[in-house]
């Protein structure tokens, strides 16, 4: 089986990056590339998806992406990963604010998904009044979920459906939970690209290990029943990037100082800290950044 399988969740919807309106998306075209990437498996649960004229139905489509993602949400509240956003965007957002950024200061959740950090940082991460907090996804149903549970709970917040990139009023720091292993070559350096007109950014991911993908697999076992999340869950893991190809990508297209936080130095690292963030500044800012991370900073790389 090739090293660089495919996740379900990006082949079933695509999204004009322009107009942000969904394209058709043919089943057997899909079918057949899981196929040919030797993914029998996933081939049969797209199969499965109903389809008219071939085309894959937006709707049912949106519903599954809809239900992995409800249970995304536990992992990421398992992992506390609204509290490892928050410990870092702190001393970052101190740096903002001593070098003179003007307020407001706008954190932009890039794939925000069902805005769970965006969320989470609005009800609990006391980050100040002078910040913003937007959570940005193309995917129209996820957005309008995410908006309700907002709502519900009365946050400051905004969740768009939107390109995180093209904002009115651009992002200062860029984050984003588990999104980095969905790009690749062109796509990755485009990704980090699109934040050069930004201050910082800090990007979680699944740390590159040997291990991740078994520790996936049991933990989507025992907690995952959506049949994509199980499968997606897995394949992410084995498409995580290693942390040179995340710096490199992150320094080359936004001329940032970069480093990684919680990056394993071995397979102990690697379990007890299942995810690694990629963390960058402008480079006028990164002395700054050092000294305001305090206890933070034993856990930061080299940087780049």
């Not at 004229?53 to 990963?81: K, V």
């Not at 959506?226 to 992410?236: C, F, I, K, N, T």
Request: net charge neutral; charged share 20%.
């Amino acid at each position: 089986m090739p090293s660089d399988l495919l996740e379900i969740s990006d082949l079933i919807v695509d999204y004009d990056v322009a107009t942000l309106q969904p394209r058709p998306v043919s089943r057997s075209a899909v079918v057949a590339r899981l196929i040919e990437n030797g993914q029998r498996g996933a081939a049969r649960l797209v199969q499965r998806l109903p389809a008219s004229n071939d085309t894959l139905d937006f709707e049912a489509c949106s519903l599954a992406l809809l239900r992995a993602h409800i249970e995304l949400q536990r992992l990421s509240e398992e992992f506390l990963q609204a509290d490892r956003l928050r410990w870092v965007l702190l001393p970052l957002l101190r740096t903002l604010r001593d070098a003179g950024v003007k307020p407001p200061l706008r954190i932009v959740d890039v794939g925000c998904g069902l805005g769970y950090a965006v969320r989470s940082l609005a009800a609990h991460g006391r980050l100040g009044r002078d910040v913003e907090l937007i959570g940005c996804d193309m995917n129209v149903t996820l957005i309008e979920n995410a908006r309700r549970l907002a709502e519900e709970e009365s946050l400051s917040c905004e969740l768009k459906v939107a390109n995180a990139f093209q904002l009115e009023q651009p992002g200062h720091i860029f984050i984003s939970t588990g999104v980095l292993h969905h790009f690749r070559g062109n796509d990755l350096n485009a990704f980090f690209a699109g934040q050069r007109q930004g201050h910082a950014f800090v990007h979680y991911d699944i740390q590159h290990s040997v291990l991740s993908p078994w520790g996936s697999w049991m933990f989507h076992q025992a907690r995952m029943r959506e049949p994509l999340a199980r499968h997606d869950g897995v394949v992410s893991a084995r498409r995580a990037h290693p942390t040179q190809t995340l710096l490199s990508a992150a320094r080359t297209e936004t001329g940032f100082s970069c480093a990684s936080l919680d990056g394993a130095r071995d397979l102990l690292g690697a379990m007890l800290r299942p995810m690694t963030a990629t963390l960058g500044t402008r480079a006028e800012l990164w002395e700054s950044l050092l000294g305001q991370l305090g206890p933070l900073r034993s856990r930061l790389g080299p940087a780049r």
